[in-house]
Every structure is written in structure tokens, then in C-alpha cells.
């Protein structure tokens, strides 16, 4: 399994980076690469969301659904896949105060299933893509 981790710091407070992290569903409305995001079920601390986003390099949209851990105590969100896609994606968003605002860190592995000769590209694709999700994150969290 491969894994990429990314970290950027936000001029916002921790609960502020939280709340937009939390309403997944609007991502489409900042990043451009996200296609949609709808929740398919809600229990406690637990979502299973359906996500759809645009994969640049390969021309592509891509589609998975991922069950999501939240703990807004911690201000963390795991998540695992909860089906069969393309890109089996696991990992761990957490946000930490710092003397400017927030960091926003995001630990990810994957699995990705495709052919051999495509592979590097697809890699590079989803690392674009995670890195995308946090600068969309940085920019709504600090023009709120």
C-alpha cells in the first residue's frame, strides 16, 4: 500500500478548519476537482459519503464511498473505503493549533487498481488530488 502526507498551516482557528472539513458536502462549491459529495447515512460519529471527483491528468472523474470516523473532541476524521473503486483510500485528517491559526494534516494510504503501466501516473494523481482537498480546506476556512 502506498502513502502520501501533507500538512499545511491555516490562518483560522482549529474549530473554524473543523466545521469546513465537516461539511464535505460543499466541496464541490471551492475545489475544483471535487465533483460531488452527497452522505448516504449518518449514526452518531460515523458517515458513509459517496464521493466524485475529477481525476486531471487521466481525464477521468472517479467515484468511491468511504465510511468516516469524526472526532470533534481530538478534531480528527478517519476514514476507510466501504466498497470496491479504483482507489482504496484510508488515513487520518487531523487539525492542530498554532500560533497563527491551524495546521491541517492529512496521513493517507491507498491501494490503487490499475494496470501496471499507468500506475505512476495514477499515484500522482491521487497525491494532486489529496493535495488539492487541503488547499480548497486553507482557502474556504480562511475567507470565513
Known amino acids: 500500500m502506498d502513502g502520501a502526507q501533507f500538512?499545511?498551516?491555516?490562518n483560522a482557528e482549529p474549530r473554524q478548519v473543523y466545521a469546513v472539513l465537516r461539511?464535505?458536502?460543499?466541496?464541490p462549491d471551492f475545489i475544483p476537482?471535487?465533483?460531488s459529495v452527497k452522505r448516504l447515512s449518518e449514526e452518531g460519529s460515523r458517515t458513509?459519503?459517496?464521493?466524485?471527483?475529477?481525476?486531471?491528468?487521466?481525464?477521468i472523474d472517479t467515484k468511491w464511498t468511504s465510511e468516516e470516523t469524526w472526532?470533534?473532541?481530538?478534531?480528527t476524521l478517519?476514514?476507510?473505503?466501504a466498497g470496491e473503486a479504483v482507489a482504496q483510500l484510508h488515513g487520518?485528517?487531523?487539525i492542530a493549533p498554532t500560533d497563527s491559526g491551524s495546521r491541517l494534516s492529512l496521513d493517507a494510504k491507498y491501494e490503487?487498481?490499475?494496470?501496471?503501466?499507468?500506475?505512476?501516473?495514477?499515484?500522482?494523481?491521487?497525491?494532486?488530488?489529496?493535495?488539492?482537498?487541503?488547499?480548497g480546506i486553507k482557502a474556504r476556512a480562511e475567507s470565513q
Do not use: C, Y
Not at 7 to 10: E, L
Not at 23 to 27: C, I, K, L, T
Not at 49 to 54: H, I, M, R
Not at 78 to 81: C, D, I, L, T
Open 23 to 27: 461539511d464535505s458536502e460543499r466541496f
Open 7 to 10: 500538512s499545511v498551516d491555516i
Open 71 to 75: 472526532d470533534p473532541e481530538n478534531l
Open 112 to 135: 490503487l487498481k490499475v494496470p501496471v503501466l499507468i500506475k505512476g501516473m495514477a499515484q500522482k494523481a491521487v497525491q494532486e488530488n489529496l493535495q488539492a482537498l487541503l488547499n
Open 33 to 35: 476537482s471535487v465533483v
Open 48 to 59: 458513509v459519503t459517496e464521493w466524485t471527483v475529477k481525476v486531471q491528468s487521466l481525464g
Open 92 to 94: 487520518l485528517w487531523s
Open 78 to 81: 478517519s476514514f476507510r473505503p
